[in-house]
């Protein structure tokens, strides 16, 4: 199974201690099934630049993030999708913003399942699959806290 990783999944592994189950089951998952959208990493660059460790997390974005994962651009045919969902989404009042919803329609339109802690967020979006490793990994860390 490929994956799409949402923001906070990526940026979990730039975390100082990255959670160590997520990271393990991670490291089995091949190099080309690991994709991002275009859209997480504007949200990553957005909040290196907001940082006041600016250089070392634009750093880890360029050395660690992007060797690992292909990143999908917001084209037109996840554009489509986008428009789609985020009509549906907002007339039943239930929008979770759009980069969310760009970040999902890049997933539903390429058929990969989304990879985020965010799980209230996306369970909301018809037709996306959620890989809910990173949600799991961290309710477990909490319990062994």
Do not use: C
């Amino acid at each position: 199974m490929a994956y799409l990783f949402d923001t906070d999944a990526l940026s979990e592994v730039m975390r100082r201690q990255p959670n160590a189950l997520y990271l393990e089951w991670l490291r089995g998952i091949p190099r080309e099934e690991q994709f991002t959208s275009a859209v997480s990493i504007g949200e990553l660059f957005q909040g290196a630049y907001r940082s006041e460790k600016r250089a070392v997390l634009i750093g880890r974005i360029e050395e660690w993030v992007l060797p690992a994962v292909t990143v999908l651009p917001f084209d037109l045919g996840s554009a489509r999708v986008f428009g789609e969902l985020q009509a549906d989404l907002e007339s039943r009042g239930l929008s979770p913003g759009d980069a969310d919803v760009q970040i999902a329609a890049t997933a539903i339109r390429h058929g990969l399942a989304l990879v985020t802690g965010k799980l209230r967020h996306h369970q909301r979006v018809p037709g996306l699959r959620i890989a809910t490793m990173l949600a799991d990994a961290r309710r477990a860390s909490l319990g062994s806290v």
